[in-house]
């Protein structure tokens, strides 16, 4: 969906110097060779097409930030390598199938800066290949023969599902509530960030306390990823964003920021919200006007303070673990998420 | 993909007395009972349009003949009941999601005797579905904890794609060899029945000659399922196939009859071809030209044929095992397969 390409875009901008999130990624960089080399090897098909269509968008980037969640779990507890990077993979593949499908779904145009699969090689071939993939993630998990980690991955993939379903039905309902639209992004984003740090942790051997901390640290960058990421849309710059800012808003969909703008809107307003947003309805100088208003509003900060509350949780989530270049680097990964604000 | 619901089609057949047969079905009468409550116990989700939409297809019947090969396999080894109703309700689920896709990437109008879910809900919401089920049936292979039964099932997803990505690039290909045809609906569809049979077996603790036997039991009558069901296309009677003959035909598909035809055509009959199918330029009572080329060709009875070899080869393939009822019965269903000439 809609958020999760935003994400994607926010994802690209950790590719740039920045700092300890830098660090992170160095020290990930054996590991993350390492499933890079298993996702090219296991996208591989004697149907042509597969390969083809799958390297198109797995090659466009992204920054791999779930995979590297599992991969950088597992080093936290202590036994990196070996299936921690089959989970790694399965992971990339469980989110690029989702990518592939939520792009026919929602007839984008473009994915990594890149034209749409879909658009290349028709919408059939997006939903195959991402049945392909996502049949290759659990290939590899078997291989693993963790089976808990199997378990958690199925069980995301599944309430990712139920995420784009419950979004589908409410896209454009200005009556959503927050406590919905948490509800939507928990399971369409921040459920996937969880299973992958837990299953990351389960795969090397993590106590029990271990694991539920780092599904509890995922969870919580997952939210506050996407919080940042929907206030961006309103609240950021397209030369900064690597995106156009105000997507959400031509598409109708109700994230936080107007959510909270609505609730504080007067009646003038409300009309304004109502045709925008509730019928589509829009004229070139309304993303203008609606930035204006959710500005005014002070959603975007609302918004962003929210992240910044799940971003300290998912701080939080990993004391129970010694210092160590991991953690640190982990802890820089939640301030990341929500320091985008210029 | 169209055979796929054909096979639907055939399936339904399978519920009319039939001698030998309905004693199978009576015998796993019990099995499949436990295997429906599972069924729908696991559509459900807190997000209706889910089961509602699962439901729609699930409840409107087919035989859930893969769900049968997995009880009947485990109970032919011995050990039925437990883990293989899971395993069995997970194949249905398997199969419904690849359903669900096939409708949308073909367009399929009708599904079942009943309107394609697609054009109820719409296409993202069937496309989305389709995932939940898969990981649905991911959930419950992962709770018998039965590793290689999964990793039958995975590796069975990911060949179904394939097939299907397969026969998207080559379904208008009158050049189609019949080896590439044999390729597609081996992995379309045996390679589903050959797990099914499969897994059961495995779940219930058989040895590996006699998983293999199974397995090779359900590819064959997977074959002679789908052989028969092509060339019913052509020659049978709508009132009896419970569809419409032609629909192979009039999608352009390359069946086996029509390759067979093809390669013994002259050349009034290939510029016929070329247009019919190539080009999927029809008239009215091009499908009646069709069929009495087809007939008049001998490729409905060289396909029939070669599902017989099917058929015996699934056969023999049982005889590693005591006589039993369940062998009996499982023999007979490769009778059935083929038996359905008039």
Redesign the interface.
């Known amino acids: 969906m809609k958020e999760r390409r935003d994400l994607d875009a926010a994802e690209a901008v950790i590719a740039r110097p920045a700092g300890s999130v830098e660090r992170l990624i160095a020290l990930a960089a054996p590991d993350m060779a390492g499933v890079d080399e298993l996702i090219v090897a296991r996208m591989q ?3 042509s ?2 390969p083809a269509l799958a390297e198109h968008l797995i090659e466009a980037g992204g920054k791999r930030l779930r995979p590297l969640l599992t991969v950088a779990a597992a080093r936290l507890v202590g036994a990196g390598g070996g299936s921690s990077l089959k989970l790694a993979a399965a992971v990339e593949f469980i989110h690029t ?2 990518l592939l ?1 939520d792009d ?3 007839g984008s145009q473009l994915r990594r800066g890149k034209v749409a699969a879909h658009l290349i090689w028709g ?3 997006s ?6 993939l ?3 993630a ?2 590899l ?2 291989e693993t ?1 963790v ?1 808990s980690a ?2 958690i991955l ?2 995301a ?2 309430v ?3 995420g ?3 979004q ?2 409410r896209a454009h309902d200005l009556n959503l509530s927050q406590a919905t639209y948490l509800e939507i992004i928990t399971a369409k984003t921040a459920e996937l960030f969880a299973a992958a740090a837990e299953a990351g942790a389960i795969g090397a051997g993590a106590e029990a306390s271990q694991a539920a901390a780092l599904r509890e640290y995922g969870r919580n960058l997952g939210l506050a990823f996407q919080l940042a990421d929907d206030a961006l849309d309103y609240g950021g710059v397209t030369e900064t964003l690597g995106k156009n800012a105000g997507d959400d808003f031509r598409e109708g969909k109700a994230t936080l920021p107007l959510l909270l703008a609505i609730a504080r809107s007067g009646p003038r307003e409300v009309d304004f919200w109502e045709r925008a947003i509730g019928r589509k309805e829009q004229t070139n100088d309304d993303f203008r006007r609606a930035r204006e208003l959710i500005i005014g509003a002070g959603a975007i900060e609302a918004t962003l303070d929210l992240a910044s509350d799940y971003s300290d949780r998912a701080k939080v989530a990993l004391k129970i673990f010694p210092d160590s270049e991991w953690r640190r680097g982990l802890e820089s990964l939640a301030d990341f998420a929500v320091s985008r604000r210029a």
């Not at 939903?127 to 392909?132: C, E, I, R, T, Y």
């Open positions: 098909s004697q149907v097409v597969i199938a989702t499908h026919v779904v929602d919408a059939p071939s939903v195959l290949v991402g049945d392909f996502f049949a290759r659990f290939e998990m078997v023969g089976l199997l378990e199925a069980r993939s599944r990712i599902a139920e784009e379903v419950l589908l039905t």
